[in-house]
C-alpha cells in the first residue's frame, strides 16, 4: 500500500468524521473507531477500499491493547 494509514478515534460525528472524510478524500486508508458494533458494520459496508471501522472503547485499556494488535494483524504484510 503505497497510502498512508490513518488510525483515527472516533469517527462516528464531529471532528472525528471530518477528519475521516478528509482522508479518505486525499486517497489514504482510515482506521476508524466506533463505540457502537452496528455503526462498524455499516461504516464497513460502504467503505470496503478505502476504510475499516473497528468497535473500540478507548477508556478501556486492555481494548486498546486488543485492538492495536489486531490492527496490526491486518496491515502486517504491507
Known amino acids: 500500500m503505497k ?27 482510515v482506521i476508524g473507531t466506533f463505540r457502537e458494533e452496528s455503526q462498524v458494520l455499516e461504516y464497513n459496508q460502504k467503505n470496503i477500499k478505502n476504510a475499516k471501522a473497528i468497535l473500540l472503547d478507548i477508556t478501556n485499556e486492555n481494548a486498546i491493547e486488543k485492538s492495536i494488535d489486531k490492527i496490526i494483524c491486518w496491515f502486517w504484510y504491507l
Open 3 to 29: 497510502n498512508k494509514i490513518w488510525l483515527i478515534t472516533g469517527i462516528s460525528s464531529g471532528l472525528g468524521k471530518a477528519l475521516a472524510e478528509s482522508v479518505i478524500e486525499t486517497g489514504d486508508f
